[in-house]
């Protein structure tokens, strides 16, 4: 690393308001609820993004905000979605979990703090990092397609470039 600061996103992180996540929670069904809202985890091999190797983005089911590319998928043949960095760093925050004894990195949407897998240190160049993502946290917005917009306030210039 060099030491420099990343650039800033072009989408807005400001966290939802209050009205504005009820009114996106209203929207999940009870799985995405559990994995989303509760840290829970899709079983494996069952996800439905998991084969998908359509080019796009892959965003937080719950408040659309593009995580991570297609380019930066990868089969590691855990179950879930992997990916090996995120569309831009600030869009993905790392929490320490230390649940069922273990300890990892919870993975979890840097605007509406949704929960959506765990990054490990064991995956490809070149980062080394392995994303292993619930299919059910996110959502694909294949590329050419709108981006779902319940709170994203981005100059559209920039969207098209992710894409």
Not at 75 to 86: H, I, Q, V, Y
Not at 123 to 152: H, K, M, Q
């Amino acid at each position: 690393m060099n030491g420099s600061a990343a650039p800033a996103s072009a989408f807005d992180l400001t966290p939802p308001s209050n009205a504005e996540r009820a009114r996106l929670e209203a929207d999940l069904n009870r799985e995405e609820a559990e994995v989303l809202l509760h840290h829970g985890t899709e079983r494996p091999f069952c996800g439905g993004l998991l084969q998908n190797k359509a080019q796009g983005l892959y965003c937080c089911r719950l408040c659309g905000l593009p995580l991570f590319r297609h380019a930066t998928k990868f089969e590691s043949g855990t179950g879930w979605p992997s990916f090996w960095a995120p569309v831009h760093p600030a869009h993905v925050i790392g929490i320490r979990d230390t649940s069922y004894g273990m300890i990892r990195i919870e993975t979890r949407c840097a605007r509406c703090d949704s929960h959506q897998g765990h990054v490990f240190p064991d995956g490809p160049a070149p980062t080394g990092l392995r994303y292993c993502i619930n299919s059910i946290s996110l959502e694909f917005v294949a590329t050419g397609e709108p981006l779902r917009d319940p709170l994203l306030r981005a100059d559209d210039d920039h969207v098209a470039a992710l894409q």
